[in-house]
């Protein structure tokens, strides 16, 4: 884990590194500065008396950004909203999502030195929609405010431009929310699970809060590289001091997404959006063979997910 984690802060600084050597922006401009995107691709897939197989599918995925900054005599204070949702539906299969997010990001600064300044940050994010265990479409796995989480940090933030931030704290406390109180008993997400009595009726509630203490690093680039091709990227760690196991409390989260835009025109767009997570407190699904026998189980995984698409999109 820890060489996939030091793989990624490499790619995203050599990234960040090489946009900074091509254009270095002015970052003494004062006032309020607004912005952001709207991109809809949309996946089409018609098969009809098709020999090799295949299903017909049609998908879409919505993303967008918004960013409030501000910035005087040493001061800044900026606001970043992400959002996206995503759905595809098949010929067998009902309409499900493929793509769900929410996550709004606050930071406050004062110069220390030259691009270093200290800074407070706020971090929020969870999801619109519930989640199902697909193809069972009756078992949720996920919901809004299940889980959510919310970040509170106190650090160094350096700004070598105005396009490209590395926050780092070692004093940031992170709560883990699950509303879903059927996830909640089940321990999901990190949190204290239910107890059972013998039959399995539920004498003490599952916690619906987890409370957690550690370092956090966010680092987030959004630039346009050309003309027509920008990119948006945000990697976030998070390691928990306070892990009631000790052997965990050594364990790194990571999220980390990435979305690369390329307009072929005025209005239509070429959009790859990637997204790495680890979370050691995520159970996925794992089957192992055991005596040449499968066995069905859970654990950490690292999570990936890729989309490519070709849609519309609006910058303002």
Known sequence: MLKKILACAFMFGALSLSAQIKIEEDTSVTGWKKG????LTVNQVSLTNW???GESALSAT?????????RNNGTYFETVLDGGLGVI??????LSKNDDKFELNSKFGRKIKG?????GLMNFRTQFLPGFNLPD???????????????LALGIDYKPNDWFSLFLSPATGRATFVKNQTLANAGQFGVTAAVLDADGNVITPGKNLRMEFGSYLRARSQKDIDKNLSIVSNLQMFTNYTDPIKEQR??????WETILMMKANKWLTVSLFTNLVYDHDVKIPVKRIVDG???EGTGPRTQFKEVLGVGISFKF
């Open 51 to 53: 020999a090799a197989g």
């Open 36 to 39: 952001g995107f709207v991109t």
């Open 250 to 255: 050594a364990n790194t989260d990571v999220n």
């Open 115 to 119: 691009k270093f300044y200290y800074a």
């Open 89 to 94: 539906s098949t010929k067998t299969e009902r």
């Open 293 to 295: 026998i499968e066995v």
């Open 62 to 70: 919505a993303l967008g950004s918004y960013f409030w900054k501000y």
């Open 137 to 151: 479409d009756s078992t949720v796995i996920s919901d809004f405010m299940a889980p959510a989480y919310l970040s």
